[in-house]
């Protein structure tokens, strides 16, 4: 099975890391990754600190592997969770939504590994300047927020710009991907939208449904004119959402209201009609439902494969 620099640095068996999907990446999924030989990661999200002091102890009743908390920055909790994390001494911390300058002093005192999601080379060298373990180079092709480059243009220039490893996101859903960004120069890859399917994922299966029935021109970004775009499934909420986006007559706090709590509803409601469901444009590749331990054992076999018939198309 194809292993990297990264199996050694974060103690796992394959270079997948979880996506820390908010409202989503909760113990149960985050345990099962990890015990499946990946990182898995619980999201913190806007959730509070005793929330994720829960989550972490209850991963580390269902795992003795490796796992990692991912922390939204922006949300008001993040201080609080920051210090959390360091005082429980997590294996991981991923970061996304922010500068994780101000605590990475803090966590690397604490012994964790800090891996920042960005978005651009300048992100990532400032997050080698800030002293991070590695960096997630997350392409416009992912579920949720996202920047402007997609995988296949950023995840080069960032694996040039920086010695740091550099994991792949955006896009990766089989293990075609996988291959694709270990020839990019990545040391492993983050997959999100194909662990939404995971048995052990408690999302609602709505959600469930929707990305096994997705095709590949079913996801739309929205948010670009608030400066934070997020990519999701296509239903009435994202395109009532997309349409006022160009509507000059509603303001942008108007526009920000409107995706209050969206994500929630269709996370943990299934709500067909004002849910968001967030979601990356690989969608159209997953087909079935699996336990974690199948989707990566599948994910891992596809791109040995792949890699193994490498040298025969260059003939």
């Given at each position: 099975m194809t292993t990297t620099e990264l199996c050694n640095l974060l103690e796992i068996e394959y270079p997948v890391l979880q996506g820390?999907?908010?409202?989503i990446a909760d113990a149960p999924l985050a345990a099962a990754v990890s015990n499946a030989g990946g990182l898995g990661l619980i999201a913190a999200g806007v959730s509070s600190a005793e929330y994720v002091s829960e989550q972490i102890k209850e991963a580390r009743r269902l795992t003795d592997?490796?796992?990692?908390?991912?922390?939204?920055?922006?949300?008001?909790?993040?201080?609080a969770i920051a210090e959390l994390v360091a005082k429980e001494k997590v294996a991981v911390v991923t970061t996304g939504a922010g500068s994780p300058s101000p605590y990475i002093k803090l966590w690397i005192d604490a012994g964790i590994k800090v891996i920042p999601v960005v978005a651009s080379t300048g992100l990532a060298k400032m997050a080698q300047r800030w002293g991070a373990t590695a960096v997630i180079a997350e392409g416009?092709?992912?579920?949720?927020?996202?920047?402007?480059?997609?995988?296949?243009?950023?995840?080069?220039?960032?694996c040039d710009a920086i010695s740091l490893p550099v994991i792949a996101a955006g896009g990766i859903a089989d293990g075609r991907g996988i291959a694709a960004a270990l020839m990019l120069g990545a040391a492993g890859v983050q997959v999100g939208t194909r662990f939404l399917v995971a048995h052990e994922c408690s999302v609602h299966q709505n959600y469930k449904d929707k990305i096994i029935k997705a095709k590949d021109i079913d996801t739309v970004a929205t948010g670009k004119r608030l400066g934070h775009p997020i990519r999701s499934l296509k239903t009435p909420f994202s395109r009532e959402l997309y349409s006022k986006e160009y509507d000059s007559n509603i303001s942008n706090q108007e526009l920000e209201a409107l995706g209050k709590g969206a994500l929630k509803l269709a996370a943990e409601e299934g709500d067909l009609q004002q849910g968001l469901f967030m979601a990356g444009q690989i969608a159209g590749l997953i087909k079935e439902e699996q336990?974690?331990?199948?989707?990566?054992?599948?994910?891992?076999?596809?791109?040995?494969?792949?890699?193994s018939r490498a040298a025969s198309w260059a003939n």
């Open positions: 820390g999907m908010a409202w592997k490796p796992f990692g908390v991912n922390i939204m920055l922006m949300s008001r909790n993040a201080e416009s092709e992912s579920g949720g927020h996202i920047g402007e480059t997609s995988t296949m243009a950023l995840v080069p220039q960032v336990s974690a331990q199948a989707i990566i054992e599948t994910l891992m076999s596809e791109a040995q494969a792949t890699l």
